[in-house]
């Protein structure tokens, strides 16, 4: 009995190679991270709460790529720890805004210079014109395919 043969796929495995890109990514921010005792997600979240101030839950889930289950345990043991407050809307009492406390201010202050080293390193790695290209080229990705609509 023979074995059968894979099948034959035309395309690179794109999936996987975002996946290897982005592991060697968060690698170089990882030391920093565990240093600092803040897990990837939190970092993202800091991150985004940073960049765009206050948001509600599904905004966070949505933007950060975490399941809303996830985003759940995630958002508690941040507030435990002091990270965020959670605050619900005068006008709608079930909905909810997540902003950053001055704790997690403060922790981002301090992680800022070494955040911007990694930043620097992977620039040297790969040359400031390719990181510019790299950028541009995930935005045009992301905007394609969100416009795109939800997968079939």
């Not at 902003?99 to 790969?126: F, N, V, W």
Request: charged share 30%; net charge positive; proline share 7%.
């Amino acid at each position: 009995m023979s074995t059968p043969r894979p099948p034959k796929l035309a395309r690179r495995n794109l999936p996987l190679l975002l996946l290897q890109a982005r592991e060697h990514v968060i690698a170089r921010f990882r030391p920093v991270l565990n240093a600092h005792g803040i897990t990837e997600q939190q970092w993202r979240i800091v991150r985004l709460l940073l960049e765009r101030g206050p948001l509600e839950p599904r905004e966070i889930g949505c933007s950060c790529r975490i399941s809303s289950p996830s985003l759940a345990g995630v958002l508690a043991r941040m507030e435990e720890i002091g990270l965020i407050a959670r605050r619900r809307f005068d006008d709608d009492q079930r909905r909810v805004r997540v902003s950053l406390t001055a704790a997690s201010r403060a922790l981002a202050g301090r992680m800022a210079p070494e955040i911007d080293r990694a930043y620097e390193r992977i620039e040297e790695l790969l040359g400031a014109q390719a990181c510019a290209k790299f950028y541009r080229a995930l935005d045009e990705v992301i905007a394609a395919l969100d416009a795109g609509g939800p997968p079939a």
